[in-house]
């Protein structure tokens, strides 16, 4: 197996840079729009297509006209005042296409302050279209001739004062975010994702959203986008891995994002009032957020905090996961601009560092469900010719009639038996040829990893990966000896040491890694020739125990008479009707098994968030009651509600059950919310005990409180009432033993929502 297309970053116009394994940076470029008529004068220029300078000093200020306090910043690409939407559609977004096509995520965002010239970019006009119209025109021309194979969905959201709008269905309101516990898998609850064949209707359906979109004027910007607008058009490739039947696909998902966010702004240069204002809050704010996340991926920070808006929570995987990402800054020249541009360009500068992980989406989807589709198939093919033999008249042998009853029915058992025999090795067989696909399918998988991991080397070495195995592994043994080589003569400047010494680690590591690739790809290829050969024996063994069975099936007449032959005929015929009807069963089975694994893991997976939930009331109550903090009565009530809640479900079911949510003492009591616990239940063991004021001695210590302890594990109090106030005391409960739900009941979940993520 080998991969179909080494990564576009390899290709000479893109400017997209290469880090250790399929990491790669964020590519940045920075377009300047023209200066307006009524602006001034220019402080920015192109100096070249990979640096801009910004003038710092001020030019009305003789003594500090200097040209030395200009600052220069280099970018992978910067689009001067006359750059044309086709370059840079076609520089910045037409290899995301590609990769998408190919089953990677790419995003494309548009960044920079009101009025830049953002939506010129990603959205442009008819008359000069931009990076969106651009992407969907070529995603849709190269589909055009394989329409069968790929399916193309698109939707639009704008996100508008921290409120998200499906812009293709305005009137479903506003949509939630949703996403796993880990805070992976972002998506938008009633999304609209609409599939589609055609161009025409593509380009329909974006003007329809870009009309949906919220525009007003502003003093810096006459169409002021207020939102920001996100479109993500999905490529789905299905490719047949049977050249006859199409029964096994291999599936590739690409996804594309492209993104106009509104601009910063600045409230006395927009002149903004009333709602404006408030918007142009809403939208700072958000992308105060992403400037901060920018910041921390660019220090190479170990925690990044995405949940401070919702823009940065959707951007999450293009910032740092398996996504190739492309931010164009954009800038206005005009020097009344110049410290909204010089912010944008420190950001831009700093996103420079960031990078991402594309790893390309393939799945073997409903592999194994189409290998039984291909016995049961054989099996119905069978049968069709079983029952046209039983159509024919074949002539008799004379012998035939010499037969007294009893030597004809010991013949026909004998023939049958030996029939069924046959049949039953040929399944045998059958099934064995399937688990060996299996395994083959599994190695081919890894074998295309392997190949990736070195492709990515060599494209990062400036070398053509041929998928020419000898020869690639040969040239990468020789760089690898020709750079020892290198290093034991000490070819390095003194001045360099450092850099050098840094480098060459990171070669020695990325050295190792690559002939760890080949030593493994290795390994696969000669397990890929064993399990091949034993492939083609098992084949050729079927074969012959096929044919055995039909020299039995061909003895018939010259045995039997018409009637004896059509019935062993008929009781093969319903031979294979029931294996394929088992055939069917068993592969309906394994759909309902996964389907029946992945409701289980939810399951889990909400079991789990419920527990946590309960296990921070629960500490927190404990905090409040220990402290003896005043509670603000809204909260008081909330409280009173969830005693309610809880004790109302105890009582309408006295059977303890996993859906039911315990009062909190009950769980408190569990070992596993006791720090440092021993694991045992209750203090005289005959299980889990409530705390109260009376038992308190059961509660572990708890930290001593103070205010701004609190205010950190409850968030902000929300008011301080003058007297204190009490928790509503707990009403009593009735014995309700607390589920496994506890330790090793959340172990378990945990771990197999790691295994789910597998799946
Ligand atoms: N490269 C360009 N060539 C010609 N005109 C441009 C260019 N860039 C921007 N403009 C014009 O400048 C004006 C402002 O541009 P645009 O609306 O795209 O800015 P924006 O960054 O999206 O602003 P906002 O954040 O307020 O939505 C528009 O009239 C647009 O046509």
């Known amino acids: 197996m080998t991969p179909e297309t080494t990564p576009s970053s390899s290709g000479s116009d893109n400017p997209k840079r290469q880090l250790k394994g399929a990491e790669e940076r964020l590519m940045v470029a920075v377009r300047i729009r023209p200066l307006k008529n009524d602006e001034p004068q220019r402080c920015l220029f192109a100096i070249n297509k990979k640096n801009i300078v910004i003038e710092d000093s001020d030019r009305s200020d003789v003594l500090r006209q200097r040209r030395s306090y200009d600052k220069q910043y280099s970018f992978d690409v910067v689009f001067g005042e006359n750059s044309t939407q086709e370059e840079v559609y076609k520089v910045t977004t037409s290899s995301l296409v590609q990769d998408v096509l190919n089953g990677y995520n790419a995003t494309v965002f548009a ?27 070529d995603i ?8 069968d194979q790929y399916s193309v969905s698109m939707s639009y959201l704008e996100l508008y004062n921290e409120q998200i709008r499906d812009l293709l269905n305005p009137s479903s309101g506003y949509l939630e975010l949703r996403e796993d516990s880990r805070g992976r898998n972002i998506q938008v609850a009633g999304l609209q994702e609409i599939s589609t064949t055609s161009t025409d209707e593509v380009m329909q359906l974006l003007q329809k959203g870009n009309k949906a979109r919220t525009i007003e004027p502003t003093a810096m910007n006459k169409t002021s986008s207020r939102s920001h607008a996100l479109l993500s058009v999905t490529v789905k490739h299905s490719v047949p891995l049977d050249k006859k039947e199409h029964l096994r696909m291999r599936i590739k998902q690409g996804r594309l994002f492209m993104i106009d966010l509104a601009g910063s ?30 910041n921390a991926l660019s220090g190479g920070a170990r925690y990044v905090n995405y949940r401070d808006s919702k823009l940065t929570r959707l951007l999450k995987e293009a910032l740092s996961g398996n996504c190739r990402t492309v931010m164009i800054a954009h800038v206005s020249p005009s020097v009344t601009q110049k410290d909204e541009s010089r912010n944008t360009l420190i950001y831009a500068d700093r996103a420079n560092n960031i990078s991402t ?16 589709q291909t016995v049961i198939n054989e099996l119905r093919d069978e049968i069709s010719r079983l029952q046209q033999k039983m159509n024919e008249e074949r002539p008799r042998s004379a012998d035939v009639r010499r037969m007294n009853a009893e030597e004809r029915s010991n013949e026909v058992k004998k023939l049958r038996e030996q029939i069924v025999e046959t049949f039953k090795t040929q399944m045998k067989l059958r099934r064995k040829l399937m688990e060996i696909d299996s395994h083959l399918l599994g190695l081919g998988m890894e074998a295309e990893r392997q190949h990736l991991i070195i492709s990515h080397w060599e494209s990062r070495n400036n070398k053509l990966y041929k998928n020419s195995v000898n020869e690639s592994r040969a040239r990468t043994q020789q760089s690898i000896r020709r750079r020892k080589l290198v290093s034991v003569d000490g070819f390095r400047s003194a001045g360099n040491e450092q850099e050098g010494e840094e480098e060459g680690d990171f070669e020695v590591e990325g ?14 290829e000669r397990e890929q020739e064993r399990w091949s050969e034993l492939r083609s024996h098992i084949e050729q063994k079927l074969e012959v125990c096929r044919q055995r069975g039909v020299a039995l099936e061909d003895k018939l007449p010259s045995l039997l008479s018409s009637d004896d032959e059509r019935e062993i005929l008929a009781l093969m015929c319903r ?36 527990q946590l939930c309960e296990e921070i009331i629960t500490r927190q109550r404990q905090l409040i009651e220990e402290g003896k903090i005043k509670l603000p009565p809204d909260l008081q009530e909330l409280y009173q509600f969830y005693q309610q809640e809880i004790h109302a479900a105890t009582y309408t079911d006295l059977t303890p059950s996993t859906e039911k949510l315990p009062p909190i003492s009950k769980i408190y ?27 308190s001695d059961d509660i572990p210590a708890l930290p001593t409180l103070n205010d701004e302890s609190i205010d950190r594990v409850m968030g902000q109090v929300v008011s301080r009432p003058g007297a204190p106030m009490r928790l509503p005391p707990l009403p009593p409960s009735p014995t309700l033993r607390l589920p496994r739900t506890s330790t090793s009941h959340m172990r378990r979940a945990i771990s197999e929502d790691r295994i789910g993520e597998g799946i």
């Open 511 to 524: 050295e190792t890694a690559i002939q760890q690739a080949w030593g493994e790809l290795g390994d696969i």
């Open 265 to 294: 702004e600045r409230a006395n240069k927009t002149k903004n009032r009333g709602k404006r204002l408030q918007e142009g809050a809403h939208i700072n704010r958000s992308l105060l957020a992403l400037g901060n996340c920018i």
């Open 357 to 372: 992980k594309a790893e390309r989406n393939v799945l073997d989807v409903s592999y194994h469900v189409t290998q039984y």
């Open 575 to 610: 031979v294979h009707e029931l294996e394929a009807d088992k055939m069917a069963l068993q592969s309906e089975r394994l759909v309902r098994q996964h389907e029946l694994r992945r409701r289980d893991l939810l399951i889990l997976r909400y079991d789990r968030q419920r």
């Open 140 to 147: 849709f021309e190269a589909v055009k001739e394989k329409q």
């Open 111 to 137: 960044y920079g302050p009101t009025g830049a010239g953002k939506t010129h970019t990603m959205v442009g006009d008819s008359s000069q279209p931009g990076i969106m119209v651009r992407a969907l025109n």
């Open 669 to 695: 009591s569990d070992p596993i919310f006791r720090r440092g616990g021993t694991g045992e239940s209750g203090s005289d063991g005959s299980g889990p005990s409530p705390p109260s004021s009376a038992d």
